[in-house]
Structure formats: structure tokens, C-alpha cells
């Protein structure tokens, strides 16, 4: 298949853009691999993609449930950061970011990142002062940080209530300039390319029904799709862990699955410059690059497996952003909708062999797994490949629990709805 | 979703907060065995279907409810008083704790 280039695209333009060749094939499934991936998101492909590019492991079948990259891959609010507290969060977080600056150009797939920077507001002094503590211990591990005054706020992000008779009035932030967003789908749609032409087969439609298992030993998997096998079986499904872990004989996890909803309002012009925070609350937002305002709040806050939720949250979320913005209370919202999200107890991820023989785990990562995609895909391809941890995902293994070793970034404990 | 709260009615869910699996059994709290606190403390069944579950009407009786929910279409089936209730974990808790 030809690279996408400006060649191609005048080329094409030339006959009438009829030339352009299916972007992945739809290979029937072979009935075994080396490395079975279920779950076909943007996780999924990506460990496939670095498990053919970084480990020459090129035998791989990503089984996917219904379509590629139809889950949350497709529903957040594609914001990219590594504003984390902690050094366990910062070295994953900040491999990421290192990851995204060069992944059009890795994956020959425009994703659209955009380093429009991520600013967290800050509605009083002790705000801006953790603020401050968590800028001063990102900048200890490399990763830039810049404390802003209200003046600087006012100026990032015209069209906020700077009046002094705001409920919460605007204070200071903590900005990430590196951070950012990039075109969701087309990160799947990317990986999923580049990853068809190093010979991955991408299986959709193809839901996995029950592991095959030689006593403990996961040897394959019965899909809807027939039998298929493979020494090592990869389990990378988000929001459906607990349910697909039961197939493979795990009753408890430590996940509960909540709803998560964001909104989009029509196109506006230029007015968030940014992607920020509002921290009287919680609320996170960013202008798509086709003007809409893309934002979105907490989980609903109860166990939930259906992708959509409830209108108390959506009033919540839409008076937040009134507050910051009085001048869109009149704008329409144009959809909402809802995404199943894996909430761990300590609302960090788990990247990990196991739990049992042959198989492999990738989940947990809450509300922020989007901007984890890349980093993500390599570590969990380096835990598969090399049946040990990547460097910057030691911390993420699933007996952190039982060891005492959480990784509680916002010092919560252990009840998912407040992560 | 809408609850329909013993004292007090239907009332819309906004009034209520959630605590979680109502199924979960607490240890002994004499207990000194790691896994089983592990696994209590950390461990969820998550289920994808009928589920029961604590929620409190904080903004009305303050009651704590036992709720049998679908996770999958939200659809509610029951609400009763916590301590009313036939399931058994908080009343071995309570006699447990009694005990000891």
C-alpha cells in the first residue's frame, strides 16, 4: 500500500480520488498466531502496531467485538497531558508525550496533535499553592510547567469571568504547554494502518465468547468467529475487563466499570485557545479545530455498563461551563454522549503479565487512558514479547494492591467514583 | 434514573449518593489474614446485569437503601432500608463486630 503523502493526495485529485485503497484489509482469522490482542481500541492496536514494529512479532490477531475503535477510543475529550503528581505517573505519562510529538510521522497517518498546551484554574490561594507544589515536582522530572498569574489566565483563555463577583473567582493555573489533543479516530485509524501493513490481522466482529485453557495455561480463545489460538492471549477491553476477565474464570477484579459523559456544542469561532480545567469543580474543555467546544465533567458516579448516563451530571457539567463562560449560555449543544469506563482503585493503570499463564492484562486507566495510547501500546507489547515489565511500567503491575504499593495520585483511596 | 425511597417516594437520583456493591462481605474485623482484606478492601464483581447496591438519600430521609439496579439499562427494581434488609453482609458485620 502507497504512503500517504502530497504526492498522493494531488495525485488522486487528479482521477477523481477514485485510486485510494482500503486502509486495512479484513483478513479471515487464521486458527492460530503467535499473539492473540482482544480488544481492537486504540490500546489494542497499538500494542499490535509496536508488538510488529519494536519486537518483530508480526503473527498477530487483534480480535475486536464490533467495529475498530468504536469505544472510548472514539467517545473522549482527546486531551493529552502528563501533569501528574507523582514520579510513577510522570516517567509513563512523559514517555507518551515523547511518543506523540513524532506519531504522524511514525504511523504515516495524520493524527492532528496539537500542542495547544493543558491549563489547570486555580479559584483560590491554597489551590494555586498544591498547584504550584505539583508544577515544582513535574519540572523535577523534566517535564514543563509554568505557574500563571490571573492576568495570564485572563489571557489564554478570552471570554472567561474574570469579574471579582464570580462564584469562584479565577485566581491563577498551572499550564503544560507541551500538552495538547489530537483527532482521536484518526489514532486508531493510524494504528490500525500501520499496523495491517507490518501484517497484523485485524478481526472485527469477532467477539470472544470463552478462553481456551489447557488446565491454568490460556491457550486460545472462542470467538464468534470460530476457535482461534496462540501461546500468548492479550486482554486489552477497558470498560468491559471485569466482564471479559469472568470469561477467562476471574470473578473479582479491582475495577468497576462508571459511565463517563462529554458534549460537543456547535461550531463557534476561535474562543479556547487551550485545552483547561476549571477548579471550582470539575470540568475539562477544548475547541475542536472544527470550532465546537468539546468538554466534559465527572463519571455519573455509580456502577454502570451502559454508554450513556443521566441528566443530573449534564446539568452539573453545562453550569460549570456557564460559569467560566456566561457568553455561551445560549450556545446549542449538538450531541452528548457516553463512554464505559474501567475505574481502579487507585485510578492508576495496571500494565501486567498474568494473572494467569499465557495471558496478559492492559486496563484500568479510567478517564485518561486516550492520551496513554502510545506509551501504552509499548509497554504492553514489551510485557508480551518479553514476558517482563517495561522500565517506565514496573509500577503498574496488578499485585501493586496487595504489595501496598498504589499509586494514589490524588490521594483518594480505594472508591472509583472519586478518581 | 428515579429512586423510590421508602419514607419518601419517587425521587430523582440527584438526591441520593452511591456506596458501591451492597453484596460485599466484610471480614472479621479480628481477621489478621491479608488476602482476605485484600481482596475485601480492593476486589470488586463488578456485575454487568442485576445488581444490588447501597445508596443513601442524603438529600431527603438520609435513609441508607439497598437498590437492586440493571448496570446495563439502569432500570430499577427495588428499593428497601439498609437495615431491613434480607442481604446478608451488613447484618454479619454488625453481628461480628458485636461479638468481638
Keep these: 500500500m502507497a504512503e500517504y503523502s502530497a504526492w498522493q493526495v494531488i495525485k488522486n485529485a487528479f482521477n477523481g480520488n477514485t485510486d485510494w485503497k482500503q486502509a486495512w484489509r479484513k483478513p479471515e482469522p487464521k486458527s492460530s498466531y503467535d499473539v492473540i490482542i482482544v480488544g481492537g481500541g486504540g490500546h489494542g492496536l497499538s500494542t499490535a502496531y509496536y508488538l510488529a514494529k519494536e519486537f518483530g512479532i508480526r503473527n498477530v490477531a487483534v480480535v475486536e467485538k464490533g467495529s475498530l475503535g468504536q469505544g472510548n477510543v472514539g467517545r473522549n475529550t482527546q486531551a493529552i497531558r502528563s501533569n501528574y503528581l507523582l514520579p510513577e505517573n510522570q516517567h509513563f505519562y512523559e514517555l507518551c508525550m515523547d511518543m506523540w510529538e513524532g506519531l504522524s510521522q511514525e504511523l504515516n497517518y495524520n493524527v492532528m496533535f496539537s500542542q495547544r498546551g493543558v491549563l489547570n484554574i486555580a479559584h483560590h490561594p491554597a489551590q494555586l499553592d498544591q498547584f504550584a507544589r505539583r508544577g515544582n515536582a513535574m519540572r523535577l522530572n523534566g517535564i514543563d510547567a509554568d505557574l500563571y498569574s490571573r492576568a495570564d489566565v485572563g489571557k489564554a483563555l478570552p471570554g472567561i469571568d474574570m469579574s471579582e463577583h464570580a462564584r469562584f473567582p479565577i485566581y491563577g493555573g498551572l499550564m503544560q504547554k507541551s500538552g495538547g489533543v489530537a483527532r482521536h479516530d484518526a489514532v486508531a485509524w493510524g494504528y490500525a494502518r500501520a499496523a495491517d501493513r507490518l501484517g497484523v490481522d485485524l478481526i472485527e466482529n469477532a467477539e470472544v465468547l470463552e478462553f481456551i485453557k489447557d488446565g491454568d495455561q490460556i491457550i486460545g480463545v472462542r470467538t464468534t468467529r470460530g476457535e482461534i489460538r496462540a501461546p500468548k492471549v492479550a486482554v486489552c477491553v477497558a470498560g468491559s475487563t471485569s466482564e471479559v476477565m469472568r470469561r477467562a474464570g476471574i470473578d473479582r477484579m479491582p475495577i468497576e466499570s462508571h459511565v463517563l459523559q462529554a458534549f460537543v456544542t456547535e461550531s463557534l469561532k476561535p474562543i479556547i485557545h487551550t485545552v483547561a480545567t476549571y477548579g471550582g469543580g470539575h470540568l475539562y474543555f477544548s475547541q475542536t479545530d472544527k470550532g465546537s467546544i468539546l468538554f466534559g465533567g465527572d463519571i455519573d458516579g455509580y456502577n454502570s455498563w451502559a454508554q450513556r448516563g443521566n441528566l443530573p451530571v449534564v446539568e452539573d457539567v453545562m453550569s460549570e461551563m456557564v460559569t467560566l463562560f456566561p457568553g455561551l449560555a445560549r450556545v446549542r449543544l449538538l450531541r452528548s454522549w457516553g463512554g464505559i469506563m474501567d475505574m481502579t482503585m487507585d485510578g492508576a493503570p495496571i500494565i501486567t503479565t498474568g494473572p494467569l499463564p499465557g495471558m496478559y492484562l492492559n486496563c484500568g486507566w479510567c478517564y485518561g487512558g486516550f492520551k496513554a495510547t502510545p506509551g501504552s501500546g509499548l509497554c504492553f507489547a514489551h510485557a508480551i514479547a518479553k514476558d517482563e515489565p517495561h522500565s517506565k511500567a514496573i509500577p503498574f503491575t496488578l499485585d501493586r494492591f496487595s504489595r501496598g504499593y498504589a499509586i494514589d495520585d490524588k490521594g483518594q483511596g480505594p472508591t472509583p467514583k472519586w478518581h | ?100
Aim: aromatic share 8%; hydrophobic share 35%; with cysteine.
Design chain 2, 1 to 100: 434514573m428515579r429512586i423510590n425511597c421508602p419514607h419518601c417516594g419517587l425521587r430523582d437520583v440527584a438526591e441520593f449518593s452511591y456506596a458501591g456493591d451492597a453484596n460485599r462481605t466484610r471480614p472479621d474485623p479480628n481477621s489478621t489474614d491479608m488476602d482476605v482484606w485484600n481482596d475485601y478492601i480492593f476486589n470488586r464483581v463488578n456485575t454487568r446485569g442485576r445488581h444490588h447496591e447501597f445508596w443513601q438519600h442524603n438529600h431527603g430521609c438520609r435513609a441508607h437503601l439497598i437498590v437492586e439496579r440493571d448496570s446495563v439499562t439502569h432500570e430499577i427494581f427495588s428499593a428497601e432500608l439498609a437495615k431491613k434488609s434480607a442481604i446478608a453482609p451488613i447484618k454479619t458485620a454488625k453481628t461480628k463486630a458485636a461479638k468481638s
